[in-house]
């Protein structure tokens, strides 16, 4: 099975406690975040991914080689930034039928072999989550499909997006799309039209974009 890592963060937000290396390399103990996200991965019984990678790629190759304990990886280097969305399609030209698709500054231990797609060409990972406003909340139906995505607002308890994805190949397919465009507004935007399924996990997630999270995730590791 097949993922894709979208690794070309800039990483502006942790500029203040991490050195001007891509957001996923930002290190934990000597160690990169990228690493932990890689070594999930492999448990997971991934076996090849496919690394979206743009700023400084060259210390994300040097670290990780065209192979990271088993995991045989393939670079899809963006000349120009792709955006979310830019970046999954260009990297799908690796793909030979469905992948994962995550991203490489964020960790949700979840188990994705209980993500399913059935008749659908997207499921996402949902996380059950409280208190929070710095994202938005998604809505789904009796059915597990999504209703809306709704803006960033304070919640007492919600669902979020977990930024893990199981899309197929074609999920583009029969759209008109800039070459460079956010993923996650081509989701809200189209959500109808792909009757997106979802499931949904209460387990550990951690998003790395701030200096606060990235200062808990180091804790939480050590």
């Given at each position: 099975?097949?993922?894709?890592?979208l690794a070309g963060g800039l990483g502006t937000r942790l500029r203040s406690v991490i050195q001007d290396v891509p957001k996923p390399m930002a290190p934990i103990n000597g160690k990169p975040f990228l690493a932990f996200?890689?070594?999930?991965?492999?448990?997971?019984?991934?076996?090849?991914?496919?690394?979206?990678?743009?700023?400084?790629y060259e210390l994300i190759q040097e670290y990780f080689k065209d192979e990271f304990q088993g995991l045989k990886i393939i670079y899809n280097v963006e000349k120009e930034l792709l955006g979310t969305g830019g970046a999954i399609k260009d990297s799908l030209k690796f793909v030979k039928d469905k992948a994962y698709?995550?991203?490489?500054?964020?960790?949700?231990?979840?188990?994705?072999?209980?993500?399913?797609?059935?008749?659908?060409?997207?499921?996402i990972a949902l996380k059950q989550m409280q208190n929070f406003d710095r994202y938005g909340n998604v809505k789904i139906d009796k059915?597990?499909?999504?209703?809306?995505f709704e803006e960033k607002v304070f919640k007492e308890q919600g669902l979020i997006n977990g930024g893990i994805y199981l899309?197929?190949?074609?999920?583009?397919?029969?759209?008109?799309?800039?070459?460079?465009?956010?993923?996650?507004?081509?989701l809200q935007e189209n959500y109808k039209t792909l009757r997106i399924k979802t499931k949904v996990f209460?387990?550990?997630?951690?998003?790395?974009?701030?200096?606060?999270?990235?200062?808990?995730f180091v804790n939480s590791r050590f």
């Open positions: 099975m097949q993922a894709i890592v996200v890689l070594e999930y991965l492999k448990e997971q019984g991934i076996t090849e991914v496919i690394l979206s990678v743009s700023y400084k698709v995550l991203n490489g500054d964020t960790f949700f231990d979840i188990p994705l072999k209980e993500m399913k797609l059935g008749e659908s060409k997207i499921c059915q597990g499909f999504v209703a809306s899309i197929k190949k074609d999920i583009f397919d029969g759209f008109k799309l800039e070459k460079k465009f956010s993923f996650e507004q081509f209460d387990y550990y997630f951690i998003d790395i974009g701030i200096p606060e999270d990235y200062e808990r």
